[in-house]
């Protein structure tokens, strides 16, 4: 099954005060970068979708092993930054759709959820402690929807219309949840 990685880069991050895809983790990978290696470690495969003039982050990424695309549309949101994506890959069987800000999700995590998808499961989602997280792969049923999607929403609207579609991936990775919109969020997560 051809499934392709999304990883969703063109936001702002106006919250962050600096551009935090290009922000070192504390072993030197920039934080984009490493989003892409964890998806690039499990799928041929990965678009990463930026906003015009990102320009070194597109050259780190494309270093990275992804293919990227501009988005003209992309101050509109990361709805359109979706569309983008997805008619960038529309040849695809289905995508996993991962944040270039969240650097954490594992491999294996990625792994699972195209596994899903290639079991067939029309969407897939992992699930840390009941709660949903990234990458949510979607199958090929969905182009149309993928590719209309706008806003700040996503695909929240999709997923919302078609929970019960949604095949749950329990995992042990609370990566999945951990999103970089601060420096603070940089910190080590306080284990419970």
Request: charged fraction near 20%; proline fraction near 8%.
């Amino acid at each position: 099954m051809n499934v392709v990685g999304l990883l969703l880069a063109a936001g702002s991050a106006t919250r962050f005060g600096s551009d935090k895809l290009l922000h070192p983790l504390p072993h030197g990978v920039a934080i984009a970068v490493q989003a892409a290696k964890n998806l690039r470690a499990v799928l041929p495969r990965v678009v990463a979708v930026l906003r015009p003039g990102a320009e070194e982050p597109a050259r780190l990424l494309a270093a990275a092993g992804c293919e990227t695309v501009f988005c003209p549309q992309a101050a509109q949101g990361i709805g359109a930054s979706l569309s983008c994506a997805v008619r960038a890959a529309a040849d695809a069987d289905g995508w996993l759709i991962a944040l270039a800000d969240m650097p954490f999700v594992r491999p294996s995590t990625i792994a699972a959820v195209r596994e899903a998808l290639e079991r067939g499961a029309p969407i897939a989602a992992p699930y840390y402690r009941a709660r949903r997280g990234h990458p949510v792969g979607f199958s090929a049923r969905f182009r149309e929807l993928l590719e209309r999607a706008s806003g700040d929403e996503g695909a929240r609207a999709i997923l919302a219309e078609h929970e019960r579609e949604i095949v749950k991936v329990p995992v042990g990775d609370p990566g999945v949840l951990r999103d970089i919109d601060r420096p603070s969020d940089l910190a080590p997560p306080v284990t419970v």
